[in-house]
DNA sequence: AAAATTTGTTAGATTCGTCTAACTTTATAC
DNA sequence: GTATAAAGTTAGACGAATCTAACAAATTTT
């Protein structure tokens, strides 16, 4: 009943990259995981043996609701990680993407179990994204993308998706963070950027690139 | 330049058998990594090929320069590992090995970095085995084996080694921990068991069996 | 020193996770 | 609604790390 490390990754990919409805293409999974097609059906097959994962010729792929609780459960070690390595190690939320996806793969309960009660049981990561609970289940709050936002709005910044580190440092060196208000100023037409200002900044610019990744809350 | 989760194994465990010569045999190797003679001679070989072990057939193996530094280093993660999880995440030392086995294959220089800063640059793991240096170099002190004591010797625990956590729980049971000031009243010519006394206690016995895993330093 | 034992190697098979090449099915475009 | 493109599968190969069976060398016993 243990899953290799490849399976692993294969069965969050899958969690990562499912829509609402849960489904998931087999290119998608092959471009996400940079594995070739024919080697992602036959872990799919594999998965599927495991009762993983719902697999039919030609059809979108799911994970059975075994899958997604093992899948949440890892996602919950990367989290928890990441939370760790950021309170608990000074590392910046741009470093420590690629340890957690080292860390997340260590089996021992004990180990996870210290850092969840050593950091008082969070709820968020430190990109704002939701730490699965013990049993592996996941809920997202339901925030508006900034690029969804209309000029006039006022905003909390509550997460950032489809991070690189890249993108991180973008937001470090315009000093925005987690918990940011933001006040959306305009947006240009032609490429929906936008202009903010936020803290003593009165008129940062953000490409849509940008905007399309950061998670707010509509503050009244 | 990378080596496998697996290579590092060999690794590892070579610079740990090794005696004083730095000499291994093949089935010692095998016995200590479980893995069969055939199996551990074409993994010779592989390493061989990368310049990290001398091999010649029917001979002893040795690592070379380059092997012991990066066998130092894996060992390195280890140690750092094992003393971060007991001063900063309140394990037990009997329960940290299993998890520092998993760690020590972290690939991250920054992470063992902060563990190391955190932990004020620390020369010795929870067990009192000698952290090796940044460039993998290790220096055992001279210790005695507590079995090697005679009656009347006052000797310092400093170190516990062949540790197995069913050792530990022992020590723990007895209130023994590193540092510990002992006083041998006798010892057993039948068996070599030995009668000390320590802190509040007057009179416990260790078999000879446990007092081979016991490093001290004789106190003048 | 011959025999027996232990140690080590060779040869060949197996499993896992990957690939490429060729083919099939499904979706898209005209 | 056929042609083209995209997505998915099948078949076969390969490297890594493992194994067993059989053989060879070194060591120990007598």
Redesign the pocket.
Known sequence: MIN????ENYLKALFNIANQSGEV????L?KTL???????????K?LAKKKLVH?E??K?LRLTEKGRKEAGLIIRKHRLTEMFLVEKMNLGWEDVHDIAEQIEHIQSPVFFEKMDEMLDYPKVDPHGSPIPDSKGKVVWKDYSKLSDCEAGDTVRLSAVIKTTSEFLKLLNGKGMYLGLKIKIKSIEPFDKSIVISYDKRNAEVLSNLVCERLLVEKIV
């Open positions: 290799s490390l490849t399976e293409n087999v290119a998608e092959s940079d594995i070739k097609m024919p080697t992602v059906t036959s872990m799919m594999k697999y010729s030609y979108p």
